[in-house]
């Protein structure tokens, strides 16, 4: 008899749910005029949907460009500020993490506005470079968390080891902390990436119209007419952050780094 | 010539006094042994040398030079601990060719160099091995080896080989012994097991609640230890004489602190020193260690040199008053 495991039957449902929402998106994208309460659509049309796959292309570019470098950027920070806290002085090291963690806590729509007054003051609104310091101020936090987590678990033993051999304190950080970080690091970029990946309202407010990313346009769409191209954006939308996660699942795999990932 | 001399080191962790005036100095090729119980302040005293503690007071002084403020890899004193750390990422010969005076070599004198260290230490071929798929002996060689490759004044050893099982601990007391004849590199090793800081020392130092209570060469701290603490470390039973009943005093003070040894101890019912009774006892294989107590509530340990028959060690367990006595009591 067909038995269910009562364990299995959340996460069986979400695989569902995620699978039917694809569907509904990937229906939609091809159909022409498809409303309320018809179950299936009338009409498929091909051509529009190339051309809002294409049309999408600079977007996808921009949204990449900005999560990426915010990506790359995090990890150039977060992997040194990591390791400065892990070797600073235990009252400066709580003080320095609530600095840097402060940002995550505020809510994204009083951080957004208050980075785009301050952005606004100094002229450096409007562009890409805005953009990716304003997603970096929220994603850095995160990625951050994720360093010093790697770092913490490590045994300080390995660091005075290494100092006793010979080496400074930055030559340990480069020889042996960052390999050991490595696998925290993929994490943190792939954070990064999909936090940025996701931004709507702060693009909005610190790209002053200026910088369009994907996720705007599908917001924007969203209770628009034009509902086939709301789904071909969609689908781009979620497509990006889910080849990042098998790339991210396969590095893992090949440095053979997956336990993190599992802790 | 003194290599390494530390003069009046103190630590404290606010109100716990946890090293007290501590002086003594090391020769090249000399291995000194830090005796004592656990948690008295030997790897504090270690952490401070090799610079990762810092002294509330005192000098350490490396071949004439002072090194209290100096960071801790410009002093060339390695420090090993019971775990190997030895980095995961890398092989077993990048491991040893880790410091950085290897790195100065051209890949064939580095090659040359940790093939020959590698062989000293027993582990030919193990070059491309992960330290992962090592045992604990063979890591705490690798560690050993990368310690040596990196040519320090003054190796430090904290207990590195007490998580190792009895024979592979001798070995690697040989190998470490051999290696310091042959390199002339001074040694200071931490350890609380006696039979270890009598097989390694030159001199054995005896550490107990953060004081240095002796600076001995084993020989005569185990025999004719100079005071009651080093007597108890070194496994003496420390009694005092002043309550005792004694049927038959030895020819020493007995009105203060006296202490013998449990294996110069015999059961004598004819011509008795002390009456006992025994409360408890060990087999330990050669024999027993039995555990008896004297009138005044003290009690001392008795090691039998052959193992006692069943017999014997009932009678001793079910009889009242054991007579004992002993020629080699120490007065204090």
Redesign the interface.
């Known amino acids: 008899m067909f038995k269910v495991d009562i364990k299995t039957v959340p996460n069986l449902l979400a695989k569902i749910s995620l699978f039917a929402t694809i569907c509904v998106f990937i229906v939609q994208s091809i159909s022409k005029r498809w409303f309320w309460p018809q179950l299936w659509p009338n009409n498929f049309e091909f051509e529009e949907t190339l051309s809002n796959f294409g049309d999408a292309i600079p977007l996808l570019w921009t949204t990449f460009i900005v999560a990426a470098l915010v990506s790359l950027i995090g990890i150039i920070l977060s992997a040194p500020l990591a390791w400065l806290i892990y070797n600073i002085g235990q009252k400066y090291r709580i003080v320095l993490i609530l600095l840097v963690l402060f940002p995550a806590l505020i809510p994204p729509v009083v951080s957004g506005v208050g980075y785009s007054i301050w952005f606004i003051k100094i002229d450096f609104d409007g562009n890409i470079a805005a953009v990716v310091a304003a997603h970096l101020l929220i994603s850095l936090p995160y990625m951050l968390g994720i360093a010093l987590s790697i770092l913490f678990r490590q045994d300080r033993e390995l660091f005075e080891a290494s100092a006793g051999l010979g080496w400074s304190g930055d030559q340990i950080f480069f020889r042996i902390a960052l390999p050991l970080m490595r696998a925290g690091l993929y994490l943190a970029a792939f954070v990064g990436f999909t936090i940025s990946w996701g931004q709507y309202l702060l693009t909005v407010l610190v790209g002053n119209g200026q910088v369009v990313t994907l996720p705007m346009v599908v917001v924007s769409l969203a209770t628009s007419a034009d509902q086939t191209r709301f789904a071909a954006l969609v689908l781009i939308t979620m497509l990006v952050p889910a080849l990042v996660t098998v790339l991210y699942h396969k590095v893992l795999n090949k440095t053979g780094e997956y336990e993190f990932a599992n802790t | 010539m003194n290599l390494l001399t530390l003069n009046g080191i103190q630590k404290s962790y606010g109100q716990n006094n946890v090293l007290n005036e501590i002086n003594f100095s090391v020769e090249p090729g000399q291995i000194i042994v830090l005796l004592g119980p656990s948690g008295t302040g030997k790897s504090t005293l270690l952490s401070i040398i ?3 503690t810092k002294p509330d007071s005192g000098q350490i002084e490396l071949d004439g030079i002072q090194i209290s403020n100096l ?3 410009k ?7 019971q ?1 190997a ?1 030895l ?3 890398m092989s077993v010969a990048d491991n040893v060719a ?4 290897m790195k100065s070599l051209s890949k064939s004198e580095r090659d040359k160099k940790v093939n020959s260290i590698l062989e000293e230490v027993s582990l030919s071929g193990y070059n491309n091995r992960n330290p992962e798929t090592l045992s604990g002996g063979e890591q705490q060689r690798v ?1 050993l080896a ?2 040596l490759c ?1 040519e ?1 004044k003054v190796l430090l050893l904290d207990e590195p080989f007490a998580s190792l099982d009895h024979n592979i601990r001798i070995e690697h007391q040989k190998l470490l012994k051999k290696l310091v004849q042959d390199s002339a590199l001074p040694v200071i090793f931490v350890t609380h097991q006696l039979d270890e800081a009598m097989s390694l020392a030159d001199k054995v130092i005896v550490i107990d609640e953060g004081t240095q209570w002796s600076n001995q060469i084993p020989q005569e701290l185990y025999d004719k230890p100079s005071n009651p603490t080093s007597a108890k470390t070194v496994g003496f039973n420390v009694i005092d004489g002043v309550g005792l009943k004694w049927l038959n005093k030895p020819n020493i003070d007995t009105n203060n602190l006296i202490c013998v040894r449990p294996e110069n101890i015999v059961m004598d019912e004819k011509d008795p020193q002390i009456i006992a009774k025994c409360i408890g006892y060990l087999f330990l294989g050669s024999g027993y260690k039995l555990n008896l107590e004297l009138s005044d509530g003290q009690t001392l340990d008795v090691l039998t040199g052959s193992q006692l028959s069943e017999l014997e060690l009932e009678r001793v367990m079910s009889t009242k008053e054991i007579g004992i006595r002993s020629d080699f009591w120490l007065n204090f």
């Open positions: 090799a610079g990762l960071a801790v890899h002093r060339q004193i390695t420090l090993l601990t775990k750390n980095f995961p990422f880790f410091s950085p005076n560690s990368r310690a990196s320090p």
